[in-house]
Each structure stands twice: as C-alpha cells, then as structure tokens.
C-alpha cells in the first residue's frame, strides 16, 4: 500500500515494548487479591492494549467492583511498570525517524504519566514530539488518545494532515479507523488472529516498518 505520511503516532506495548509479562502478571495479582478466578494466559494476553475498564468488563465485572479491579491493577502494575524492554530494532527506528525530522508522538492506552516516565526511562523521550496516553475517566479509549496526541503535534506546528497510527492490535485499528486516519499494523505484537486484518498495512518487522514509513514521510 502506498502511504502519504506527515506525521507518526505509536502505540506502546506490544510495538514499542515488549510488556506482555508485566501486564499478565499484574492482571493474575490483582485477580488474585479479591479471590477472583484467573484466566489462561492466552486470554490475558487479549488485554495487553486494550483499555482496563473493557478488560475487566469482559472478564465479567461490573460496577463498583470492575472500578476497585482497575484501581488495584493499576496499583499492581507500578510496581514493575518500567521494567519492559524495548523490542529489538525499534529504539533505533524511533531515532531515526526522529533525525529524519518526522513529527511523532505515542498515543497509548495507559496513563499518559506513565508513558512519559517509560519513555524517559528508556531514552526515547527526546525522539517524541508528544508523549500521549490515557486519562483515569473511564471514557478515555484509544480514539481519544489518537485525537488528542495529533491535536499536540499540530499544536506545536507539526503537519498533521497525513498521520497515521502504528500498533499491534485490533484496539490500534479500531481507534485508528475512528479517529479517521490510517493504521499501519506490526506482526511482533500481541495481535489475535484476525486483529490485523482490517489495517491499512501490515509489517512483520522492523526492517519492513522502517521501508514503508521513511520513504512515505514527507
């Protein structure tokens, strides 16, 4: 697919870092800590990506419990939050878009604190123009963090008339898609089967997403 690009955003775990264990862990922690069942590691591994409250809704939790789970996750995950490295490759590439001059930011689905301190952590801060995450509202979801991560970069005079999303799973081309912009999918992620099916490219390496993302920059 040939792609006009202007401007980068990324999803984090799963595209720029490696977080499954991280997260499984902190879901079989927090599931643990109110006696609840604890799925297969196959079925956690669908909620590395999407928001906590989807999560623990489709797990079956509702009300004031789903909002305690989401708290003692979230209460559960710092305490190894910064621990995930960084897929082989993809420092690298975030650099070299970076001197490339190509405007970019994260739009993730955890809080946006923790984005930026990961990203410090890792050294990547400074090849981010915008470092966007969610929000604790419940109705913060992948499509208001796209929005609000390109409303940044075109506030800071980036050209954001050509962005596209870079992620790993069907909540990157289901939030892509309703913010209306591209989604270029990676095969190193945690995607279902058929999660990618509905991107507007597919990359199984970092070699192919470098290809398709520096010659289409503009």
């Known amino acids: 697919m040939s792609l006009h690009i202007s401007a980068v955003l990324f999803d984090v775990d799963g595209t720029i870092v490696d977080s499954a264990p991280v997260v499984l862990c902190a879901f079989r922690r927090t599931l643990a800590d109110f006696g609840l069942p604890i799925p297969e590691d196959q079925r956690l591994r669908t909620y590395v990506g999407p928001p906590l409250w989807y999560a623990f809704g489709d797990l079956g939790y509702s009300g004031k419990l789903r909002a305690q789970l989401v708290t003692r996750y979230r209460e559960r995950y710092m305490d190894h939050y910064l621990d995930p490295e960084p897929f082989d490759g993809v420092p690298e590439l975030l650099r070299d878009l970076h001197r490339a001059g190509i405007p970019m930011a994260t739009a993730t689905s955890k809080q946006a604190p923790m984005a930026i301190a990961q990203m410090e952590h890792l050294g990547l801060s400074e090849a981010f123009d ?25 506030a800071k005079g980036a050209d954001v008339s ?37 991107a507007d490219a597919v990359c199984d390496s970092v070699n192919d997403l470098r290809a398709l993302l520096v010659p289409a920059a503009r």
């Open 130 to 154: 915008v470092i966007a995450g969610a929000t604790p509202d419940p109705g913060s979801t992948k499509t208001t963090v796209i929005h609000e991560a390109v409303a940044r970069l075109g």
């Open 162 to 198: 050509y962005p596209v999303i870079v992620g790993d799973s069907i909540w990157d081309v289901r939030g892509g898609h309703e913010a209306g912009i591209p989604v270029v999918g990676v095969g190193w992620g945690y995607a279902t089967e058929d999660g990618l099916d509905d």
